[in-house]
């Protein structure tokens, strides 16, 4: 496959997250309004800009405007193939044989200030990685790690909308109830047991109508693109007040997303089966058994988390990786957590966003948050400067990146989802 | 203290829920577009007329304008003091000594379409009836019905705001996996245990910035009002999905919302103290804890749950009572469900949903949902007319009303919560 050049050189560059192959989705603020852009390179390209200087007249007039809107979700309700097709033109316009090259529709990365992509409606977290589940489980159960729904159910459960952060917010130190398993009773100050979870996020475009379940085999016409999330979760809070209806004060202080949304069409080259179960593992119910899912409902998306603590900063040292993980080890594919979310005929909504929960791989090494990698603490986590770490510190930054590789293929890439924590 | 008198005679009515003491605010549909009411008698104070027609110039500039959108949302971002400034307004228009007397203001209720009354960014359920606590977790642990963090923590999750719904809207039975006790494997298929939980709904006015708690003395002043929920639940599925992260695709298929929100300051005359804790029971955590709140921050506001079944509906009979309850049963208030929400800095936004959980009694006879009423099943409920339900039927009409009575005062009223189920 002959690869795409671009008259932006640096998208050109085989380590580019942003080839002319990938040319995601985000929003960003430019003369003081929001704008759609997509990214190229170290560049955005400015989608408004384009629309003002007549560069995009083949679209349709829908399309059109929907791309002057402030957020994605009038271009999500259109479908993924209105997204394909700003792709292509966008493309044209980039491509080195182009006689466009109007650097008015640039923007630099470096100095734009991102924001969320979408007005989001709700925001939905599964758990569909099973090792994480089981490593978690673990923990708290030796005997019986994995719960008896967990193979039949993707167990999923609503987060909280207003919190969701781009990339770069700084996250404050949450206050909460925790009680130490010897004291008679919780007190309230900011939690101890700070932890990232390395997610990846999924935005619904079309929706459902109330009442109407979306079968597995359409799935993915509901899905625009995905994000890495980062879903800051306090250890201490989260023990102390999830039973019996699970995580809240724990989860909806801060969750922070990288501010691109990355097309299906731009990851086909890197689908996959779906994980493969194991002997005895059930097969999944019929209604999310679609053997085209099963075939290549998977992502071989390569994620990897660092952290940059405040010596390190102060030491202009570079951030430290802690774990390389890949999405491929999710039990559920995103179709299977979509059609599962509206089989009770759920509404889902253009803008939605679902993630996956915490993708942890089999081993040491691929674990997606500090809970696992240090077990709850008892096994601290040496970075390379000689600082340990048992759960996140004042002034560390978390950074999560995600990318797919492979021979014969353009790198894509989803960029950076940081986010540093302030004091409580 | 001496009654109010409106031009309107229904409103003079000591049986009617909307007397010029109580005037709540609502949304319905008038020359096809949504309009701000108030409801009145049996009519609704059409607040867009009264703009156009002049007679509400005395209103702020601020307060107009948001007194013509859409939603609430306008005006609940301005504050308690904005929504006593309209109430006021309108009394004074509704009053029988207003000159003005004009029909263009009004519309009947009975034929208003009502809309939801806000844009519900986030919807947070919480569990705050410690009867209802006991009685649900008898059922599941019958040695220790009450979790230890019970009495220390608002026990929250977050809902769906997409399925929320206004009264009246139709209710499809939801399919979802369910596995029986002694079955190898789920299936999937329409729920067999169809219930509605009877909660009380309190929406955000002013919201928090991110990061910043609110202190449990200001609460109050970030709640607009309140109305009846219908949070319906299928609890076949709820059983088998909750583990580990809650409820989900049981409760997230439809919640249904009485169109009309009462006014903290209309409740007034009905507040109480906080729930008498039982001897041993922990002192609230200071951030939890305020005097005047204890002492008025419960509101005696009675509950009705009524069912029209099919077979009542096609004789012509009157729905049945089934169960009185009060919202007095409330462990935790709703300044201390607002101000633990917030308290870890989440940030509250102007329409934002939060309910009570079901609000059940201490007697049989005062519980808030049909597993607790047949005990899962065991011991069935007889309808008046011969006719038994473990849980809901198709053609089941569910109806809930709340009001306050109290002498020396006008009767203030909720409206109705009504939805029929349809078959799955």
Redesign the interface.
């Known amino acids: 496959m002959s690869e795409l050049r671009s008259w932006i050189a640096e998208a050109n560059d085989p380590a580019t997250d942003f080839p002319l192959e990938n040319l995601p989705f985000g929003v960003f603020r430019r003369h003081g309004k929001p704008h759609i852009g997509m990214a190229i390179g170290d560049s955005i390209l400015d989608l408004h800009a384009c629309l003002d200087l007549g560069y995009l007249d083949q679209l349709s007039r829908p399309i059109r405007d929907a791309c002057r809107q402030p957020t994605l979700n009038a271009l999500m309700t259109l479908g993924r193939t209105a997204a394909h097709a700003v792709r292509e033109a966008a493309a044209i316009l980039l491509s080195e044989h182009s006689k466009v090259r109007d650097e008015r529709l640039l923007v630099p990365q470096a100095t734009a200030e991102m924001l969320l992509p979408a007005r989001i409606?709700?925001y939905t977290d599964f758990?569909a990685s099973i090792y994480h589940a089981t490593n978690v489980?673990r923990l708290f159960r030796p005997d019986n790690p994995l719960?008896p729904?967990y193979k039949?159910?993707p167990?999923?459960?609503?987060?909280?909308?207003?919190?969701l952060l781009v990339s770069e917010a700084e996250v404050?130190r949450?206050?909460?109830?925790t009680?130490a398993p010897d004291a008679a009773?919780?007190?309230?100050g900011p939690s101890r047991l700070l932890d990232y979870e390395l997610e990846m996020g999924f935005f619904v475009g079309r929706g459902n109508a109330?009442?109407e379940?979306i079968p597995i085999s359409e799935a993915e016409d509901h899905l625009f693109g995905l994000c890495l999330v980062n879903d800051w979760s306090?250890r201490d809070?989260q023990a102390?007040?999830?039973?019996?209806?699970?995580?809240?004060?724990a989860k909806?202080?801060?969750t922070t997303l990288s501010p691109w949304i990355v097309t299906l069409d731009a990851l086909e080259p890197f689908r996959i089966p779906a994980l493969a179960r194991s002997e005895g593992d059930?097969v999944p119910?019929?209604?999310l058994n679609d053997p085209r899912d099963q075939a290549q409902g998977g992502f071989d998306i390569q994620l990897e988390v660092s952290i940059l603590t405040g010596q390190m900063r102060a030491a202009q040292e570079a951030p430290a990786v802690v774990s390389r993980g890949n999405l491929k080890y999710l039990y559920w594919t995103l179709a299977q957590m979509l059609t599962?979310?509206a089989?009770?005929?759920?509404?889902?909504?253009p803008g939605?966003l679902m993630a996956s929960g915490t993708v942890s791989g089999p081993e040491a090494g691929s674990f997606g948050c500090l809970l696992e990698i240090t077990q709850r603490g008892a096994h601290p986590l040496t970075l390379p400067n000689g600082e340990q770490r048992k759960f996140l510190q004042d002034g560390d930054e978390v950074i999560f990146r995600g990318w797919c590789e492979k021979p014969g293929h353009r790198r894509i890439g989803f960029g950076e989802c940081r986010g540093r924590v302030l004091p409580g």
């Open positions: 409606g709700d758990y489980g719960l729904n039949y159910v167990i999923g459960y609503h987060g909280r909308a207003s919190s404050r949450p206050h909460g109830q009680k009773a919780p007190t309230f109330r009442g379940a306090a809070m102390w007040e999830y039973q019996p209806l699970g995580p809240f004060l909806n202080f801060a059930p119910l019929p209604y599962h979310h089989s009770n005929g759920c509404p889902l909504e939605d």
